[in-house]
């Protein structure tokens, strides 16, 4: 938590990513308990978009942007916001230090690289390409800052775990996208959004060390059909 309080940027991706699973839990449970974890995690959120609209108008101050740009961009009065915010002004310094490294961290991201065949755990890739998102931990992953979608793929899944039909076949991959639906769009239109698609896949969850996956390198869709979930068929681009 300490992290997430000198970030409000770290802070607010990560509620929302939360979040963002929380719902897809709920929507598949339907549960007392998973409604209970979404209420928990908009609280969460409330406090973090309060932090860092306070971050935001301090470093808006700080360059000068006027009360009333401020207000019209909230939908508030200039008198309602500046009694909100006038105590954030002085509060500018770790906001504006993080959202001048954001192009740094992006440039360090675009710069780090797969090695087709290599083994890499979540873990891995979080420390490599120093991502804080939590649906990282999905299988599907939309890596937007290096226009990218990443698939995690277990062929044989644990009993608990929904059990999608998945299977690598020498360059062609047939994979079942996830029962709402809510990420297939990513793969069928790839293409048309300039994005590629990259598979990490493993035969079990414990074949490789770590619970890795083995980095297959950049693939193709081709077709699908059904719903809920899409079956695809993707095939291995040739370099």
Do not use: C
């Not at 309080?5 to 839990?25: C, K, M, T």
């Not at 087709?116 to 490599?128: P, Q, W």
């Not at 890596?143 to 009993?159: D, G």
């Amino acid at each position: 938590m300490a992290a997430d309080r000198s970030d409000p940027i770290e802070a607010l991706s990560n509620r929302l990513s939360e979040l963002y699973v929380g719902l897809e839990d709920f929507v598949e449970e339907g549960s007392a308990e998973s409604l209970l974890k979404m209420l928990a995690l908009l609280r969460d959120l409330r406090a973090a978009m309060g932090t860092f609209d306070r971050s935001a108008v301090a470093v808006l101050r700080r360059h000068d942007v006027s009360w009333v740009e401020i207000a019209s961009s909230l939908g508030e009065t200039r008198e309602e916001v500046f009694q909100r915010f006038r105590l954030a002004e002085g509060e500018f310094g770790v906001a504006e230090q993080r959202l001048a490294s954001l192009q740094l961290a992006s440039d360090s991201r675009n710069e780090a690289s797969l090695i087709k065949g290599g083994i890499y755990t979540r873990n891995n890739l979080r420390e490599l390409f120093e991502i804080h998102d939590a649906t990282l931990n999905n299988g599907v992953f939309h890596f937007r800052e290096r226009r990218e979608v990443w698939l995690f793929v277990t062929e044989n899944k644990q009993a608990d775990r929904e059990q999608y039909v998945d299977k690598l076949v020498d360059d062609s991959l047939y994979w079942q996208g996830q029962r709402m639906g809510r990420t297939d769009s990513l793969i069928i239109d790839h293409k048309r959004t300039g994005e590629n698609l990259l598979v990490f896949y493993r035969r079990a969850k414990y074949e490789f060390e770590g619970a890795g996956f083995k980095y297959e390198g950049v693939f193709k869709y081709v077709n699908h059909s059904g719903s809920r979930p899409t079956s695809f068929v993707l095939r291995r681009e040739v370099s």
